[in-house]
């Protein structure tokens, strides 16, 4: 190829599976083929940690890691294929563990480059396992000067300084970069100020995919010399994305106009990030579906709208637990959703349950009088059966709880936190709200036409775990855009309760919703995982001591 004739990037936005190595090379190795087949391949970029999928955790740690690599690597080398093919892998070498990528050609390994910018913060905890490199990659291939990155490398300054004076052709960056909301206009911003930096077009590729709590939504593009997007694969859907760069009048390389795919709405981009983890934490684990309990109220109407998107309704199972306090509008919505969508439906009520309960620890409480202990225990039967029902026919239990509920404490550890993943976990009520009004404007069709995937009634009705008399959630939480907006400040922007007062709110209100979020670390440490989706979520990315005696006013 001559450095005049024009040349095709294909980014690989591929869903691959932690840990799977030898599935991830085999996949690797086809879609390689594919992309020479399909697109005429010169290049094929595959994301961040290929062949062992991000993050692999403790996974790094084992000492058959290398060997397997090795492994992999002479299966991609004995393949032999006719382009040249970027992938990342983790590199052992003299004793050190690398968070590496490698350059292949004709079956030839041309070079490896070493991630120089290891990510500690948020999610990321990259130095626990690699060392950081500390040289560029620049390479001639096929008349093309060509540079490399690793993830992190472009979101710091100093990798890509090392570029500015080395007129390249191309930087080709591959990722592993975890969806949170507003991350797509982030990355495009910065890859912006880096073609412009360097004088060169970029080829992002990134992973897409559910990880436990993580999901990579992809949007890999490729954009010229200025920073404009040309390329833009959709988010969200792995797929082999061709990028063709042509010399232009000025005498450099840039991408052709392609495809460029519109990005979603912000809630958009979130309920497919919801549906996607749901799907991928179902099926890589193996579940032949999900159940939970359909209460009638608004959180686990959404969660049962997003399983169905994720999963189909055939994988589906919605169980209702009425009690005594359970009232004839919860009732009605449960069994008309469940009908609507298609779902399995049962309903089993807990009132028996309950009193064999109470009747076995009549002599314990004795005396005392009936409090919060006797709501906690209806939520608790609820779990038992939800949970035998998920042993018995190997269905996971999606848990309904919102970010809201979980900060407060306003949730039964082993009654409705009982299960193996909660969809809501980083979803605020409020936003709880938001999505379910979109759902219902995406609308859906069935046997009796066009249908809203929520009752109407589900969402007006004033929220209420129905576990007293009359309850309404107002009873002991704040408003939930009062309460929303100070878990906000306090969670993902860490300020201080002065801080939060200091932006109107009471102060008396802010230091209780403070402490029942300090109080309550211990009961979410025990919680199932769920999808992130902001920058600070419950879990991998905020780690406090359950024991502690930080004061509340700092």
């Known amino acids: 190829m001559s450095t005049t004739r024009p040349f095709t990037v294909v980014m690989a936005q591929l869903n691959f599976v932690v840990g799977a190595i030898d599935d991830n090379t085999t996949l690797l190795i086809d879609s390689a083929r594919r992309a020479i087949a399909e697109s005429n391949a010169q290049f094929v970029i595959f994301p961040e940690l290929t062949l062992t999928s991000y993050p692999p955790e403790d996974l790094l740690l084992r000492p058959s890691l290398a060997p397997r690599m090795k492994v992999a690597m002479d299966r991609i080398l004995a393949a032999k294929l006719p382009t040249t093919l970027v992938f990342g892998y983790p590199e052992s070498y ?10 292949v050609d004709q079956g030839k390994l041309l ?87 360097i004088g060169a077009p970029i080829a992002y590729v990134n992973l897409v995919g559910g990880q436990d709590e993580l999901v990579f939504d992809g949007g890999s593009l490729a954009v010229d010399s200025v920073g404009n997007a040309v390329v833009q694969a959709p988010q969200f859907e792995a797929g082999l994305y061709p990028a063709v760069f042509k010399l232009s009048s000025s005498g450099r ?82 069994a008309e959703q469940a009908a609507t969508l298609g779902v399995a439906y049962r309903s089993i009520s807990i009132k028996s349950i309950y009193d064999q309960f109470v009747g076995a620890l009549a002599s314990e409480f004795e005396g005392l009088a009936e409090d919060v202990t006797e709501q906690n225990l209806q939520a608790r039967c609820r779990g038992v059966l939800l949970m035998a029902i998920s042993n018995k026919k190997g269905y996971l239990v999606l848990t309904t709880g919102n970010k809201s509920e979980i900060a407060v404490g306003y949730s039964t550890l082993y009654g409705d936190m009982a299960g193996g993943f909660d969809v809501l976990k980083d979803v605020s009520k409020t936003l709880v709200y938001e999505l379910s009004k979109y759902r219902n404007e995406l609308g859906g069709t069935g046997d009796s036409g066009t249908f809203e995937a929520i009752p109407q009634r589900v969402i ?4 209420s775990a129905e576990l007293a008399p009359g309850q309404v959630d107002q009873d002991n939480l704040p408003p939930y855009d009062i309460l929303d907006r100070i878990l906000e400040l306090y969670i993902e922007e860490d300020a201080s309760a002065s801080a939060i007062v200091a932006e109107g709110f009471d102060e008396q209100l802010v230091r209780r919703v403070l402490r029942l979020v300090d109080v309550n670390e211990y009961k979410r440490r025990q919680s199932p995982t769920g999808v992130r989706l902001t920058r600070r979520g419950f879990g991998r990315d905020r780690r406090y001591p359950i024991t502690n005696g930080w004061p509340i006013g700092g």
């Open 111 to 197: 070079a490896t480059y070493r991630k120089q910018c290891l990510p500690n913060y948020q999610v990321f905890d990259e130095r626990r396992y690699f060392q950081a490199g500390n040289q560029p990659c620049v390479l001639e291939i096929h008349g093309l000067r060509l540079g490399f990155t690793i993830c992190e490398d472009l979101w710091e300054e100093m990798p890509t300084q090392q570029f500015e004076h080395q007129s390249l052709d191309l930087l080709l960056n591959i990722n592993a970069s975890p969806f949170h909301r507003g991350k797509a206009c982030e990355r495009r911003q910065l890859l912006k100020r880096r073609a412009q930096a």
């Open 460 to 463: 007006d009705r004033p929220p």
């Open 94 to 103: 003299e004793g050190k563990l690398y968070n590496s990528l490698a350059i």
């Open 253 to 334: 390389y840039e991408p052709a106009c392609g495809s460029c795919a519109t990005q979603p709405s912000d809630l958009a981009q979130v309920y497919k990030a919801l549906t996607i983890g749901v799907r991928d934490y179902v099926t890589k684990n193996g579940f032949k579906g999900v159940v939970l309990g359909l209460s009638g109220g608004i959180d686990s109407a959404l969660t049962l709208a997003i399983a169905v998107d994720a999963l189909g309704a055939h994988a589906v199972h919605a169980v209702m637990m009425p009690f005594e306090y359970t009232s004839q509008l919860s009732r009605d919505a449960a």
